[in-house]
């Protein structure tokens, strides 16, 4: 069965940090997508990023990175030199590949890491 | 470019009454279209999906209901709440089975 773990339920730090999300996930699939999405205070989730399992490269994108490791089925996503605006609860996320017709597109998703930056 | 609509934001309805929420599409065709539900604790549960008008499919056997009338919009229902269907209700779609899915605001539903 599919599984994703955030294993950090809150994260407290003070601004300028850098802080690391982590995510496992567990699938017996040999194609699937990862996710990560920001869930703000009002409520609607932002997408971050996708990435198939094909491609372990690591991403950057300004302040964010995220390290994709298939060897310990690792996702983790880090925020350098962290911002108020930071603040949020963040989701990993996966999804099976296609299998024809019945692919869904559904997201397994992890239960989620508070973050809280502080001033 | 694509947007997404959910309402009412919020709602108070009482145990037994009737619920009705709707999301919309803007800005494409055919999409896949999602209904989750965020209980307290955060965990996301998807509740219905569709890839297409009149194709509903449930993940999870509960009191509610989805239908899609048209391409882009979803409704989600129910005849008779009950206080467990407290919750965060958020719409999502996306361009393909394999994409990124994109939600809306919400709408933040309390049974009393």
């Known amino acids: 069965a599919q599984k994703v773990t955030q294993a950090q339920t809150e994260i407290s730090v003070v601004e300028k940090e850098d802080v690391t999300l982590d995510c496992v996930y567990e699938?017996?699939?040999?194609?699937?997508?990862l996710f990560w999405y920001k869930q703000p205070p009002s409520g609607e989730l932002v997408f971050l990023i996708r990435?198939?399992?094909?491609?372990?490269q690591n991403e950057i994108s300004g302040r964010y990175s995220w390290n994709f490791q298939k060897s310990t089925s690792s996702f983790n996503f880090t925020i350098t030199a962290s911002q108020v605006v930071d603040s949020a609860v963040y989701f990993c996320?996966?999804?099976?590949?296609?299998?024809?017709?019945?692919?869904?597109?559904?997201?397994?998703f992890g239960q989620g890491t508070t973050l809280q930056v502080k001033p | 470019s694509q947007t997404i609509h959910q309402w009412p934001a919020t709602l108070v309805q009482p145990v037994g009454s009737p619920l009705s929420l709707e999301c919309t599409v803007e800005?494409?065709?055919?999409?896949?279209l999602y209904w989750y539900r965020q209980a307290a604790g955060r965990g996301l549960q998807l509740l219905f999906y569709?890839?297409?008008?009149?194709?509903i499919s449930s993940e999870v056997p509960q009191n509610l209901s989805a239908s899609r009338p048209q391409d882009r919009q979803f409704i989600l229902s129910s005849k008779k709440l009950l206080l467990s269907d407290s919750g965060f209700y958020l719409c999502?779609?996306?361009?393909?089975?394999?994409?990124?899915?994109?939600f809306g605001p919400g709408t933040r539903l309390t049974v009393t």
């Open positions: 999502a779609w996306s361009e393909d089975s394999m994409y990124e899915q994109y």
């Open positions: 800005g494409t065709s055919n999409p896949n």
């Open positions: 996320a996966l999804s099976e590949a296609s299998r024809g017709s019945s692919n869904t597109g559904k997201l397994i």
């Open positions: 569709s890839v297409g008008i009149g194709q």
């Open positions: 990435r198939n399992s094909f491609d372990e």
């Open positions: 699938t017996r699939d040999t194609t699937y997508y």
